[in-house]
């Protein structure tokens, strides 16, 4: 299972980013994918999921900011991030639920600072 997140940057407090996750080599459609983050110096932590069926969960400190969806069809997993914060700030990474070990990638950085 492959697994690549992009679309991260440098955003001003407020700000917004949208990142997307491709995924090959699996049957996407049947997985509970989801976004994960690791600030410098935590843990990784799970942000947002969402089932095949198109449920969602949140972390607390995101709902309301953040909206995770996905392409069954493409393959592909998205969380667009409005209203960020600075502790917003982290390495993003897109996984199944539960994760595979061998499927965390690169990520992709996150910056929220003015």
């Known amino acids: 299972v492959q697994l690549q997140a992009s679309g991260g940057g440098l955003v001003q407090p407020g700000g917004s980013l949208r990142l997307s996750c491709a995924a090959s080599?699996?049957?996407?459609?049947?997985?509970?994918m989801a976004w994960y983050r690791q600030a410098p110096g935590k843990q990784r932590e799970l942000v947002a999921r969402?089932?095949?069926?198109?449920?969602?969960n949140y972390v607390d400190s995101v709902k309301g900011r953040f909206t995770v969806s996905r392409d069954n069809t493409k393959k592909m997993v998205y969380l667009q991030m409005n209203s960020l914060k600075p502790e917003d700030t982290a390495v993003y990474y897109c996984n199944k639920v539960p994760p595979l070990v061998a499927s965390w990638g690169q990520g992709t950085q996150v910056t929220v600072s003015s």
């Open positions: 080599g699996t049957i996407f459609s049947i997985n509970v």
């Open positions: 969402i089932t095949s069926g198109g449920t969602t």
